[in-house]
């Protein structure tokens, strides 16, 4: 598994403790790259798994310092709790998706390409700066609409 050893490459050189808590964590966003979980739900499926082990509070603290390294991205949806999803990138550069999240069911999918990237390098031509944005499409998903 190539980006556990990324991970583990990251935190040596961070002088950070490989543990079990943080290969467990990281292994579930790995399994799940294309999807936010919450910690709890990160928490659920190490849960479930028979070779991962992690409390509910090191789920906390190892998805914490992996923003901080840059390992994992932080997402805010209206009405819910963070999600994360790994994001093994160089700080300067950040990794950037928007989503798709569903009203009832509250599951949490990528949309395509930004649209708003090239409004942003226009922008950034004439002068501005540190520009940000953040896109939430919600309604119901297919499975909800059934």
């Given at each position: 598994m190539k980006e556990l050893e990324k991970f583990k490459e990251i935190l040596k050189f961070h002088r950070l403790r490989i543990t079990q808590s943080r290969l467990a964590v990281a292994s579930i966003l790995i399994q799940n790259r294309e999807t936010p979980f919450t910690p709890e739900e990160i928490f659920d499926c190490i849960q479930r798994s028979d070779d991962l082990?992690?409390?509910?509070?090191?789920?906390?603290?190892?998805?914490?310092?992996?923003?901080?390294?840059?390992?994992?991205?932080?997402?805010?949806?209206?009405?819910?709790?963070?999600?994360?999803m790994i994001s093994i990138s160089n700080k300067n550069t950040p990794y950037h998706k928007h989503y798709f999240k569903c009203d009832q069911c509250h599951w949490v999918e990528p949309l395509g390409d930004c649209i708003l990237l090239k409004t942003e390098k226009r922008l950034e031509k004439k002068g501005y700066r540190n520009l940000h944005h953040h896109i939430e499409v919600t309604g119901l998903c297919p499975r909800c609409t059934t």
């Open positions: 082990y992690c409390d509910q509070v090191s789920v906390y603290r190892t998805l914490s310092i992996f923003e901080d390294l840059g390992l994992v991205s932080k997402f805010l949806f209206h009405g819910q709790a963070a999600r994360y």
